[in-house]
């Protein structure tokens, strides 16, 4: 007897016919119905003696996939926590480009394995783009769009929004909820980046959780 929830069940479905759009795209998908599996997933790919680094997420945070990293002896974790000064974050944003694994999630993510995400400094998208060896990425079901246009419209009146709140950022969307389109000085949709395809076959996996995470 199937003693899933029907949204367990329809979270499983979608994510399937993600995963299949994923392997047309030269990027790996897989499916944990819960963050407990997810974790382990991502443990299995992470050597003895690898480099770890990552980029800003509240996915990562709201797992503890974070801490799990901080409390792992058996890895190299590049962390910008540990930087004591504007030169040490810079210099270690530098080195994240050149980690045998980066973590992150994604803002978005579209039915068709399309990967959507805007960013403030661009170090996150600088990393899924090009230099580290191996890109993971971690993303609740609640990320999924029907297309880029219905991803960008997620991730300007949803994600940005409350990431303004958290960051404490004097933005139109932050007073109102709403996009404005801005170009004000705390401005964080500096760039725009749209990952229909990796040049190299299985740099990018995707792992995603039947769960609800992040903004």
Same mark, same amino acid.
């Given at each position: 007897?199937?003693t899933?929830t029907?949204r367990?069940m329809?979270?499983?479905?979608? +994510?399937n016919?993600?995963i299949k759009?994923?392997?047309k795209?030269?990027?790996?998908?897989f499916y944990c119905?819960?963050v407990e599996? +997810?974790e382990?997933?991502?443990?299995?790919?992470?050597? %003895?003696g690898?480099?770890?680094s990552?980029? &800003?997420?509240?996915?990562?945070e %709201?797992? &503890?996939?974070?801490?799990a990293?901080?409390?792992d002896?058996?890895?190299?974790l590049? $962390?910008?926590?540990?930087?004591k000064s504007?030169?040490?974050?810079k210099q270690?944003? @530098? $080195?994240?480009? *050149?980690a %045998?694994?980066?973590?992150?999630s994604?803002?978005?993510?579209?039915?068709?394995g399309?990967?959507? *995400?805007? $960013?403030g400094?661009g170090n996150?998208?600088a990393?899924?783009?090009?230099?580290p060896e @191996?890109?993971?990425?971690l993303?609740g079901? *609640?990320?999924?769009a029907a297309?880029? %246009?219905?991803?960008?419209s997620r991730v @300007? *009146?949803v994600a940005?929004?409350?990431?303004?709140?958290?960051? @404490?950022k004097n933005?139109p969307?932050?007073a109102?909820?709403?996009?404005?389109?801005c170009?004000?000085? $705390?401005?964080i949709?500096?760039?725009?980046?749209?990952?229909?395809r990796s040049?190299?076959?299985g740099r990018?996996?995707?792992?995603?959780?039947g769960?609800?995470f &992040?903004?």
């Amino acid at each position: 007897m199937n003693t899933q929830t029907p949204r367990e069940m329809y979270y499983e479905t979608l +994510a399937n016919t993600i995963i299949k759009n994923l392997e047309k795209r030269q990027m790996e998908g897989f499916y944990c119905p819960t963050v407990e599996e +997810a974790e382990k997933k991502i443990f299995s790919y992470l050597t %003895d003696g690898c480099s770890v680094s990552f980029g &800003g997420s509240m996915t990562l945070e %709201d797992t &503890g996939m974070l801490t799990a990293l901080r409390h792992d002896p058996n890895i190299r974790l590049i $962390d910008r926590a540990n930087a004591k000064s504007p030169e040490e974050t810079k210099q270690i944003y @530098h $080195d994240a480009l *050149n980690a %045998d694994f980066y973590l992150m999630s994604t803002n978005a993510i579209t039915t068709a394995g399309e990967l959507v *995400n805007i $960013d403030g400094n661009g170090n996150r998208v600088a990393a899924l783009i090009y230099g580290p060896e @191996h890109v993971i990425i971690l993303a609740g079901m *609640n990320k999924v769009a029907a297309d880029v %246009d219905e991803a960008l419209s997620r991730v @300007h *009146n949803v994600a940005t929004p409350m990431n303004c709140k958290r960051l @404490h950022k004097n933005t139109p969307c932050a007073a109102t909820g709403i996009c404005a389109d801005c170009l004000s000085t $705390d401005c964080i949709c500096n760039q725009v980046v749209i990952t229909r395809r990796s040049g190299i076959p299985g740099r990018i996996k995707v792992i995603l959780i039947g769960e609800e995470f &992040g903004y």
